[in-house]
């Protein structure tokens, strides 16, 4: 168990609605990534928070969007979902003390548009 | 712009015997490198990192990975592998500036019976 926590573990929904997925961190980590696990994209890097800030972005959609609570939980935000955003949807947090600090992951979201 | 290759997409080894899984990196400056496993329906898990230091990194589950410089590459070894073991293996990359991580496409791992 890496101490991260992602809610829900399954989502079911249709094209163009929006959902919501949920991360809280590893205690005393300030930092939330969030990435989307694809069969044909790989693991691909969506967004970074850091103690609430917007720290980077990688191939983050237009429609998605994220941000980071006070509390330090993080969610993920997609609309207008499409056939194509079917994945699975990791966080992971950090210390982000320096770069060598590790990344540890959650249990993912899947998600099936239908 | 930084990278990983992970060259084979599946490596098949009968338990018992040793196992190597390949990955090669390109990044600016000194490299951070991680490798992370991926048992079905779960989240990745973190097994090593190399930081600085001996090129030879013991990990969890009786993992290792060598730090080759010259050859820019950092592959996961185990010296006799288990049918536990057959699961997706990530490797990972971070420059020295906390650039973002950057996976590889992950290399599927049978370990046979």
């Known amino acids: 168990d890496s101490g991260v926590t992602q809610t829900p573990k399954h989502l079911i929904t249709a094209t163009g609605q929006r959902v919501t997925l949920r991360c809280s961190p590893r205690?005393?980590?300030?930092?939330v990534y969030w990435y989307q696990q694809s069969l044909d994209q790989g693991l691909q890097f969506l967004i970074q928070y850091y103690n609430g800030e917007e720290r980077a972005k990688g191939n983050i959609l237009e429609r998605f969007s994220a941000q980071q609570f006070p509390d330090l939980h993080s969610e993920l935000n997609l609309s207008s979902l499409e056939l194509g955003d079917s994945a699975l949807y990791f966080c992971?947090?950090?210390?982000?003390?320096?770069?060598?600090?590790?990344?540890?992951f959650g249990p993912g979201t899947r998600l099936l548009v239908l | 712009a930084q990278s990983v290759a992970q060259p084979e997409d599946q490596v098949n080894v009968a338990e018992g015997n040793p196992l190597t899984v390949k990955c090669t990196y390109s990044?600016?400056?000194?490299?951070?490198l991680f490798w992370y496993v991926q048992y079905p329906n779960r989240g990745l898990q973190f097994l090593l990192k190399y930081i600085t230091g001996d090129n030879l990194v013991k990990g969890s589950y009786g993992f290792e990975a060598e730090f080759n410089k010259s050859q820019t590459s950092f592959h996961l070894k185990k010296p006799s592998a288990l049918v536990s073991d057959s699961a997706l293996y990530f490797c990972a990359v971070r420059g020295v500036r906390g650039q973002n991580f950057v996976f590889g496409p992950g290399t599927r791992l049978s370990v046979l019976p």
């Open positions: 205690s005393g980590d300030l930092s």
């Open positions: 990044v600016s400056g000194n490299p951070y």
């Open positions: 992971a947090s950090s210390s982000d003390r320096g770069p060598q600090e590790t990344q540890y």
